[in-house]
C-alpha cells in the first residue's frame, strides 16, 4: 500500500513532530530505532522551544489517539495501548 510503518521486532518506531502552536497541520514523520517500545506510543508537548507535539509509536492508531489526546488535554504527556 506504499505506507510504512514500525517494525517492533528490529526496534524500528515511527516518530512524528507536528506543530501546534500556530495550527498549520504541518508535521513531520520518520523513523526512530533503540527506543525499545513494543506496544502503543507516547507524545508529549513537552518539547523546549518549539511549540511540537512529539509522538513515538508502534502502530499509527496508538499514536494518533495519544496526539489527539494531547491536544485535549491542551499539552503534557500521554501514553496509550491498546486502545486506553
Not at 518506531?13 to 506496544?39: C, D, M, N, P, Q
Amino acid at each position: 500500500d506504499g505506507e510504512l510503518e514500525s517494525d517492533t521486532a528490529r526496534d524500528i518506531l515511527k516518530v512524528a513532530a507536528i506543530e501546534r502552536s500556530y495550527h498549520s497541520g504541518r508535521a513531520f514523520t520518520g523513523f526512530i530505532r533503540g527506543f525499545g517500545l513494543k506496544a502503543g506510543a507516547i507524545a508529549t508537548s513537552g518539547v523546549w522551544d518549539s511549540g511540537l507535539i512529539i509522538a513515538v509509536g508502534a502502530d499509527d492508531a496508538a499514536m494518533a489517539q495519544a496526539v489527539n489526546r494531547v491536544r485535549e488535554l491542551d499539552g503534557g504527556i500521554v501514553v496509550c495501548d491498546r486502545g486506553r
